[in-house]
């Protein structure tokens, strides 16, 4: 049992270690721009809402999910 979740934790700090690289080099600075993201500004009051965005990383979940289950 231990050494399961040893390797999920391994797993988990490379994750956040390539997530972290990849949102300090800017690789994504157009996801949250994408058309479907609804921003509406007015005086005094703005609204995002990262509609496309959310349903960009759903599917790639999903996609990522999927395999991993038929692999494993």
């Known amino acids: 049992m231990q050494n ?7 797993f988990l ?8 690289i990849v949102a300090k080099t800017g ?3 157009w996801f ?3 058309p479907g993201d609804i ?3 007015r005086e005094g009051f703005q609204f995002y809402f990262p509609l496309m965005s ?3 990383i759903s599917v790639v979940l999903s996609a990522l999910i999927s ?6």
């Open 27 to 29: 690789v994504f600075s």
């Open 32 to 34: 949250g721009n994408l």
């Open 67 to 72: 395999l991993i289950r038929k692999f494993l």
């Open 39 to 41: 921003h509406i500004e």
């Open 13 to 20: 700090g490379i994750f956040l270690l390539v997530a972290g």
């Open 54 to 56: 959310m349903i960009v």
């Open 4 to 10: 399961t979740i040893g390797n999920w934790l391994i």
